[in-house]
């Protein structure tokens, strides 16, 4: 150990790094600080799991929400469910999507004070993001609250138009709560606190099913029932969070009570929340308009049909790559706020092979499935087959998201998101779209085309992202953070 802490790190820490011998120590100490190298990796993959684990499971339950609310609604008709579908889409896409994004700016400012042990920050923080976002949310209240008009001005069906108008009127108190839990999330998850989230994603989704069942099918107010437990169970879990945060011994340092400094320096946070937000979006809006693009094929009922499955089939197995990028977010914020650059290179360096290992074993899975697969969503023969060609596609994309997630957490961690952005834009908007046009509607592929030119949005932002990441100084990124740890901090007296 002694041999390490004397070895001063370079100017300049890349991600890869080749490691060169002096010809002068002996075979034991390279045996001794081998040893010592593979259990600080081990320690690494430990602390990485531990956080993904719960991450990847509030992930999936806090997804099976609006799942489950739409299965009620598809007991009462075709007509709701196409609406409640409509609905959620629009809902994701003009309203989840952005509050999303904007709170995962506590991902750097969270993270990196945690790691510089100024622990009361966290709270100020955390309440000047609730302050904003629910200010974001009154105009996004608006839009949903005119869901209908806005629906038929795309040119959608008007009867669709208003189930799905109906359905997203009685959501608008959801989006108060999305964007609290989402910054209670991030509060918790930069201090590794993990298992609580779990704890209260799974009561609030097994009492959302008594919910639905009691407002969509007992009260009489069918799919409007099922909107309106969305909105009651979002604010349970938040509930449920406020009340950990408040009375739990682990957040006692980190929650202080309220502060009127919350308000002040609100441009800092907005300066991060502004690219995370864009960052998401552009991602997430370019799937949503690559079903829109479906419906133009010929055959639209089939198309649309077969990406909404893929669509479905991808954002389920993407929950894990999600995972461990929220833990390498939270990893490498603490080990840039604590200035301890090497820490954060190792972080890096696991969660990229940790991605590689998960997609190949999930694509794995994909591949093996693919005939029988389409089973679970329809009984037609034409579409099961379609499916089955889709699988092989889907694998791929998996394996590329995968990587390209965690190399965003790893932006998040480092408080790259305006580089993000960017990148984001120029690969999906510049490359992704385009391809996507020009391989279904030109060459003819159809729907495999339009899944091949998010490929080619994936790869793209994939070498984009791992060169920046390679070429990072560590060293210089520590200091940064340090620098943007003791720029916003405001004195514990003051707090108090």
């Known amino acids: 150990m ?6 001063k790190p370079s100017l300049s820490s890349p991600l890869i790094q080749v490691c060169e011998e002096d010809g002068l120590g002996n075979g034991r100490d390279r045996i001794h600080e081998k040893g010592i190298r593979r ?33 009620f609604v598809g007991h009462l008709g075709e007509l709701s469910l196409s609406g409640a579908s409509m609905a959620t889409s629009f809902a994701s896409v003009t309203g989840f999507s952005l509050l999303m994004g904007m709170a995962s700016a506590l991902d750097t400012l969270s993270g990196q004070s945690y790691g510089a042990k100024q622990y009361h920050m966290m709270g100020i923080h955390m309440q000047r993001a609730m302050v904003v976002l629910l200010l974001v949310s009154i105009p996004l209240a608006v839009i949903w609250a005119n869901t209908e008009p806005i629906l038929v001005t795309l040119g959608q069906d008007s009867d669709i ?71 009651f169970s979002y604010w349970i879990n938040v509930l449920l969070l406020a009340l950990y945060v408040k009375f739990s011994s682990s957040c006692s340092k980190t929650w202080t009570g309220f502060s009127k400094e919350a308000l002040h320096n609100v441009l800092t946070f907005l300066k991060l929340a502004i690219p995370s937000a864009v960052m998401v979006c552009l991602e997430m809006w370019s799937f949503e308009m690559m079903v829109l693009l479906s419906g133009l094929l010929p055959n639209p009922a089939l198309e649309t049909s077969v990406l909404s499955i893929s669509l479905n089939t991808a954002s389920t197995v993407w929950m894990i790559p999600f995972g461990l990028s929220g833990a390498v977010s939270t990893r490498v914020s603490n080990e840039l706020g604590a200035g301890r650059p090497e820490a954060a290179r190792l972080a890096v360096c696991v969660v990229l092979f940790m991605a590689i ?25 034409e579409v099961v087959k379609y499916v089955a060609v889709m699988m092989p596609i889907l694998a791929v994309s998996n394996f590329l998201d995968g990587l390209q997630c965690v190399l965003s957490g790893t932006c998040r961690g480092c408080g790259w998101q305006k580089i993000g952005a960017f990148v984001n834009l120029g690969s999906y908007y510049l490359v992704g779209i385009p391809s996507a046009v020009l ?40 200091k940064k953070a340090t620098e943007r740890v003791y720029d916003s901090i405001v004195p514990v007296e003051v707090v108090s």
């Open 2 to 7: 002694e041999r390490r802490e004397e070895q």
């Open 39 to 71: 259990k600080e990796i081990l320690e690494e993959v430990k602390k990485q799991l531990w956080l993904a684990g719960p991450l990847i499971s509030v992930s999936l339950l806090q997804f099976c929400l609006q799942m489950i609310s739409v299965m």
């Open 161 to 231: 138009a208003a189930e799905a108008g109906k359905y997203a009127r009685f959501m608008v108190p959801s989006i108060f709560a999305y964007g609290l839990l989402q910054c209670l999330v991030r509060f918790l998850q930069t201090q590794n606190i993990v298992f609580p989230m779990m704890v209260s994603s799974g009561i609030t989704t097994l009492l959302h099913i008594l919910v639905c069942w009691v407002l969509v099918f007992k009260s009489g107010l069918g799919s409007r029932g099922a909107a309106l437990a969305n909105s």
């Open 357 to 381: 290992t998960e997609g190949l074993l999930v694509g794995l899975v994909l591949i093996l499935i693919r005939n029988v697969w389409g089973y679970a969503y329809s009984n037609e023969i």
């Open 439 to 478: 391989l279904a509607f030109v060459l003819h592929i159809g729907g495999k085309g339009l899944w091949l030119g998010i490929i080619c949005a994936l790869i793209v932002q994939v070498l984009s992202l791992f060169t920046i990441t390679i070429k990072t100084n560590w060293e210089h990124e520590a």
